[in-house]
């Protein structure tokens, strides 16, 4: 098949691109549009770079649709929140479902991350990476009895617990190992995290965590099960929080929370924060690792123990962009399209949460700027990736960069319309490396039966 064949030529193993003078010729300038800053992704003589490596020549070689990460900027993110808590004892578990390529995984876990989980696959991932099980914390709203068995079998860190009744199902499941499940309560702060509505998580209307005013009664109860230990307690209030003030509002509840308990006796090692920090994806300004640790250690010190943060865009946002090309240019009444190769199955983001994707050309252009939106090859009016975005008169086969897609990006594609997936790359200084192949069609078919 012409289709497959073409895949696997793109998926060919490693290249290296040498470009050594490049870092120190003082030609990389960062890109910044509308106060965007990326500092791994710049041009260099009108050619769009990731770190040292021209992105025109990673779409040549991996094809495209595809999603290019800068290892640069996953470890300058999580160094950046380690450095902020370094003087409490603490433990970064990163968040799987942003993203979850494996030599993501596997470069944090080096560097001594944790993770957060949401089910047995992410446990797979996770342990597949290398990840330590006594590093990871299980977060999620509907545990399964499988999923509930692999963690305890795998000796994960801490299941984070968000009903009675799943307490109920942890524990009967580790009467039957003969095993002691470690837990933390997920309790709900009720608070305003001023996101998107469907990325919002601490309120006492969404689904997730035990109500703020249930929460003693519950770790009395769950007291009650032999075969679990509580240990912690946790929250997460939403993903994409550009305020300090929900953070602040939120932990000074759940700490004053953790001091009552701990004087009723329960015996915590730690308290999770969640995630949710967010990044620049156009004219937000969310606080920096920096500014977020001044604000929330002087509720968390005092507490004198472990903190967990569960960081996923923080870390994995502003390291990835998405590749594509423009198949045609189609002018209406109305408006101008650039159709191009990449469509909501590869990233869903503006379809679901309206967000805004910065994009610009790979290859700089003089040309005069025209008014255009960019839009997928999928059969949905939702299928648009930027919509009036003026940018230099584009050409069939231009290349575009679609920034900030290396969170909730692949992670969240699909193979809608019969479209397989196109690839992974990392890149690392001056060389790149595909660390998922593209789809074949063969792909698309696997498992089923006529
Ligand atoms: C429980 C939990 N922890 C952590 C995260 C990571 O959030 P973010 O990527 O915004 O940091 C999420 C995502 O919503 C989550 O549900």
Not at 385 to 408: F, I, M, N, Q, T
């Amino acid at each position: 098949m012409e289709g497959t064949k073409d895949s696997e030529d793109r998926n060919s193993p490693f290249i290296a691109i040498r470009w050594p003078a490049l870092l120190d010729s003082g030609l990389l300038f960062p890109i910044n549009y509308l106060g965007v800053e990326m500092t791994e992704f710049t041009y260099h003589n009108g050619e769009l770079c990731c770190e040292e490596v021209l992105l025109a020549e990673i779409a040549q070689h991996a094809g495209t649709p595809c999603f290019v990460y800068s290892k640069r900027a996953l470890l300058n993110a999580y160094f950046a929140l380690d450095k902020a808590f370094a003087k409490i004892d603490h433990l970064i578990c990163y968040s799987i479902k942003s993203n979850a390529n494996l030599a993501v995984l596997n470069l944090l876990a080096s560097q001594g991350a944790g993770m957060d989980i949401v089910s047995q696959g992410e446990l797979y991932r996770a342990l597949k990476a290398g990840v330590p099980p006594e590093r990871i914390v299980y977060s999620g709203v509907g545990k399964s009895g499988a999923e509930i068995r692999y963690c305890l079998e795998s000796g994960i860190l801490s299941f984070n617990v968000e009903s009675i009744p799943e307490l109920a199902a942890i524990n009967r499941m580790a009467a039957a190992l003969g095993k002691t499940a470690p837990i933390s309560l997920r309790v709900n702060p009720d608070v305003e995290s001023n996101t998107h509505e469907y990325t919002s998580t601490g309120k006492k209307e969404s689904k997730f965590g035990i109500p703020y005013d249930e929460a003693l009664q519950a770790y009395t109860k769950a007291a009650e099960f032999e075969n679990l230990r509580l240990i912690g307690i946790d929250m997460h209030i939403g993903s994409q929080v550009t305020q300090i003030e929900p953070f602040v509002t939120a932990f000074a509840k759940i700490a004053d929370l953790f001091i009552q308990l701990r004087n009723e006796g329960f015996e915590l090692e730690f308290f999770d924060i969640g995630g949710g920090l967010g990044i620049r994806y156009s004219e937000e300004t969310p606080p920096t690792a920096a500014e977020f640790a001044e604000a929330v250690l002087p509720i968390l010190k005092p507490l004198d123990c472990k903190i967990i943060l569960e960081p996923g865009r923080f870390i994995s946002g502003n390291a990835g962009i998405l590749l594509t090309r423009v198949i045609h240019l189609k002018q209406t009444g109305v408006k101008n399209f650039a159709v191009v190769d990449a469509g909501m199955n590869d990233l869903i983001r503006p379809s679901l949460y309206n967000a805004y994707h910065q994009v610009s050309l790979v290859t700089e252009s003089d040309s005069p700027k025209v008014k255009v939106d960019i839009v997928g090859p999928i059969c949905e009016t939702g299928d648009w990736l930027a919509k009036d975005r003026l940018l230099p008169k584009l050409e069939e086969g231009a290349l575009l960069c679609v920034h900030s897609a290396g969170a909730y990006s692949f992670t969240m594609s699909s193979n809608y319309n019969g479209r397989p997936r196109g690839a992974e790359v990392l890149v690392d200084g001056d060389s790149y490396r595909i660390v998922r192949k593209a789809e074949t069609l063969e792909d698309l078919i696997r498992g089923e039966e006529i």
